[in-house]
């Protein structure tokens, strides 16, 4: 099973500044079946990044994913207000199974 | 819309069942698998399991397996995840979310059902 690892833990930035999030893999991730979601309080998570660079509908171009193999990298360029959050990243694997990074959480 | 819709939180103890359940708007069902995650209190995100509702073949998380049991009822567009005696370990928010993203990734979410174990 592969282990997803995020760091840091937590980051601490202002707005406007740029956030730049890792998620590492155990082993190497096959087809780039990486995925990056946000989570706000109360909220249920919302996808952002899906096949490691693919934006999802309606996410803002200020968000971008890449890499490839077993380093992963979610950048928003400048931060906004509203995306102070937690930060998941996610692998699928086929036939079919999904796991989680720990999270990665962007702080005022 | 396309959305999934959660049954409303719960209260139980410690060796009840409970069965809850995610309603499609009706764009999903037929199409999509249907993936149920757990988050505990405080914690991440964990993958308990899958479902794809033409067929109801169904998978589950090895640290799921034996504890859940996920299932669909097609006339009804929902699907439900059940367990059949509940532990205080899984007091926890869970969602059922829709896989869509090129096939790889979570692009629906629904709610998410609060379920509280306590004696």
């Known amino acids: 099973e592969t282990v997803l690892t995020q760091s840091p833990g937590t980051l601490s930035l202002s707005p406007g500044e740029r956030a730049t999030l890792s998620c590492r893999a155990s082993?190497?991730?096959?087809?780039?079946?990486l995925a990056w979601y946000q989570q706000k309080p109360g909220q249920a998570p919302r996808l952002l990044i899906y096949?490691?660079?693919t934006r999802a509908t309606g996410i803002p171009d200020r968000f971008s994913g890449s890499g490839s193999g077993t380093d992963f990298t979610l950048t928003i360029s400048r931060l906004e207000p509203e995306d102070f959050a937690v930060y998941y990243c996610q692998h699928y694997v086929t036939p079919i199974a999904l796991t989680f990074g720990g999270g990665t959480k962007v702080e005022i | 819309e396309v959305q999934l819709v959660q049954s409303g939180a719960e209260v139980k103890k410690p060796g009840e069942s409970l069965k809850i359940s995610c309603k499609d708007s009706?764009?999903?069902?037929?199409?999509?698998?249907i993936g149920w995650v757990r988050q505990m209190p405080g914690k991440g995100l964990e993958w308990m399991g899958i479902i794809y509702p033409p067929d109801s073949d169904t998978r589950y998380s090895p640290s799921f397996q034996g504890q859940v049991t996920i299932s669909v009822d097609k006339s009804m567009n929902t699907a439900y995840l059940q367990w059949s005696s509940l532990k205080a370990s899984d007091m926890a928010i869970y969602y059922c979310?829709?896989?869509?993203?090129?096939?790889?990734?979570?692009?629906?979410w629904g709610q998410g059902t609060m379920v509280t174990v306590s004696s």
């Open positions: 979310a829709r896989l869509g993203g090129g096939g790889s990734a979570l692009d629906i």
């Open positions: 009706g764009y999903s069902f037929p199409y999509y698998w």
């Open positions: 096949a490691a660079s």
């Open positions: 082993q190497s991730v096959t087809g780039n079946f």
